[in-house]
Structure formats: C-alpha cells, structure tokens
C-alpha cells in the first residue's frame, strides 16, 4: 500500500513554518553581531547633544532587534523592530 500524500493543512503548516523562519533572519540580518552595536551605535549618535541617553537607548535596541538604521538620524524603515519598539507613552524608544 503506498502511503497518503500529505495533507494540504500540513503542507501549509510547513510552508508558513519556513516562511516566518525566512523572515526573522531577514530582518535581523544574518551578517549583525552584537559586538556590531556600539560602532553603528556611535555613528547613529554622533550628531546628537544628548549622547549618553541616545547611546543607551540605541545600544539596548540594537541588543533586542540587531539592527540600527543608517545615519544620524530618520532612515528608520530599514529596521522594523527598531522602528515599532514603542515607550508606554507611544513614543520612539529607539533613537
């Protein structure tokens, strides 16, 4: 007896299962090391008169999501997580 092709609910399972593996490594970029955060970290801050909390906040989202947007400021879409980490208040968390 040959065996039962596998159901589509299973097949999508598999499917959706690898998918969502796909893009948690797209977004955290696969190359981004934690040691990467305070350089980029340092960059992002740079322009900034308020160093020490922007290099404290920017070091803690990087930790979470590995990842800190372009530049010195804006360029945020690049980064999701970075982006849609939110205070209680509903601010930026993320510098």
């Known amino acids: 007896m040959a ?5 589509i ?5 598999f499917i959706l299962f690898f998918l969502t593996i796909s893009l948690h490594f797209a977004e955290a970029g696969s ?3 934690p040691s990467d955060c305070r350089p980029r970290c340092n960059y992002r801050c740079s322009a900034t008169s308020h160093r020490k909390p922007c290099m404290f906040f920017c ?4 930790a979470k999501c590995l990842c800190v947007p372009p530049g010195t400021y804006g360029n945020k879409q690049v980064c999701p997580c970075y982006n849609n980490w939110k205070t209680q208040q509903g601010g930026p968390k993320c510098p």
Do not use: I, L, V
């Not at 065996?3 to 159901?7: D, K, R, V």
């Not at 609910?9 to 399972?13: A, G, I, K, Q, W």
């Open 3 to 7: 065996p039962s092709p596998p159901s």
């Open 9 to 13: 609910s299973t097949s999508f399972f």
């Open 31 to 33: 190359d981004f090391r």
């Open 59 to 62: 070091q803690k989202c990087c």
